[in-house]
Each structure stands twice: as structure tokens, then as C-alpha cells.
């Protein structure tokens, strides 16, 4: 949890800054993810010391098995939901490309 609040602030400042948003949440998630991976690495590393006694494996592995998804979900759901729920920026909302250049920007012809 404390990852993805970190993840949002981190986009939210990028954008205070001017960048674009899709452009905020590439940088964001790049700068974030070792981070986050390392992180999760320790605590999943304490586990499995943990998961080798038998009272306490069926815990140890439930920690896990839930901190790899929460580093996983981190990097990966997080900025793609406050794409699909964050205010988009005004060039967007007009139409107009949000950066000269931009591949995503490029009215397609199909």
C-alpha cells in the first residue's frame, strides 16, 4: 500500500512539474521500481526463513505470495488505473497531441 501512495505522489509531482501524463507515469514507474522490487525482495527473504517452520509456513508463505503480488500490482495496475481515472491534461481533453513526437500522440489513419 505504502508503495502505490508513494508511486501516485511521485506522478502527481512529475505532473505538478509539467510533464505529460502519460509521459509522468512512464518516468514515475521506472524511478519507483527497483524501489519497490527491492522492498518487497526483503521482506520475501525474511519469509521464507520463517516458512521453514512448520507453524508457521502456511503465514510465511501467505507473506509472500501477497508482497510479490503487491510489487507486481504496484508497478503494473497502479499507473494504469490513474490513467484511466486521473483528470487528463487539457491538451488531451482538446484533441491536440500532448507533445510533438509523441508516439501515442500520432493520429492514426486506419
Do not use: C, H
Not at 57 to 70: D, E, I, Q
Amino acid at each position: 500500500m505504502r508503495n502505490s501512495i508513494i508511486l501516485i505522489e511521485f506522478i502527481e509531482s512529475k505532473r505538478a512539474e509539467g510533464t505529460p501524463m502519460r509521459e509522468a507515469l512512464v518516468e514515475s514507474a521506472a524511478a519507483r521500481t527497483r524501489p519497490i522490487f527491492l522492498t518487497a525482495a526483503a521482506g520475501v527473504l525474511s519469509s521464507i526463513v520463517i516458512a521453514s517452520d512448520p507453524v508457521w509456513s502456511g503465514l510465511a508463505w501467505a507473506l509472500v505470495f501477497g508482497m510479490t503480488s503487491s510489487a507486481v500490482l504496484s508497478v503494473l495496475a497502479v499507473p494504469l488505473l490513474y490513467l484511466a481515472m486521473a483528470p487528463g491534461d487539457d491538451a488531451v481533453a482538446q484533441g491536440k497531441p500532448e507533445r510533438p513526437g509523441a508516439p501515442w500522440a500520432e493520429p492514426s489513419n486506419a
